[in-house]
């Protein structure tokens, strides 16, 4: 026991060292990862189907309805989740636009036109994408703060 006098018994210290390691117990939501789920891809696809019916192309329904599903599928996420909020935004914001514009204008995507719809959407989509990765980043960065206040303050 000599030279130990003054420090904690080993199994104190990995007990603590455990302890701040242990990440705070994930939310659970009701729908589970669900929720998130349905808000990213369901109302990107109902501004896709306003716009569609109001006039050709994707307008601001589907924009709105891009960023808004994407924050509140980052809202409701648990961490873990958050990485695929971020990665899928721009990826559904692609689908939706590709599903919408075959399914209201198939017979105008046929063979080269399909590769020319296809670059039109996604050089068109960048700032919707864009624009939904922006606000999952600012619900995730609110969400840290916030949660960094809780365990601090």
């Known amino acids: 026991m000599a030279g130990r006098r003054g420090r904690t018994s080993?199994?104190?210290?990995?007990e603590q060292q455990a302890a701040r390691r242990t990440p705070a117990p994930a939310r659970s939501l009701p729908g589970g990862p669900v929720l998130p789920a349905v808000?990213?891809?369901g109302l990107p696809a109902v501004g896709a189907g306003i716009d569609e019916l109001s006039g050709p192309g994707m307008g601001f329904a589907f924009a709105a309805g891009a960023v808004l599903g994407t924050g509140l599928a980052a809202m409701l996420s648990t961490r873990r989740g958050w990485w695929w909020v971020l990665c899928a935004s721009p990826l559904l914001v692609l689908g939706v636009t590709a599903g919408a514009e075959l399914l209201a204008n198939g017979d105008m995507y046929k063979g080269k036109a399909l590769a020319t719809g296809s670059a039109?959407?996604?050089v068109h989509g960048f700032p919707v994408m864009a624009a939904a990765a922006g606000a999952a980043v600012l619900v995730i960065v609110v969400r840290v703060i916030l949660d960094g206040r809780k365990h601090h303050g």
């Open 10 to 14: 080993s199994n104190q210290e990995t």
């Open 39 to 41: 808000l990213a891809i």
């Open 120 to 122: 039109k959407w996604v």
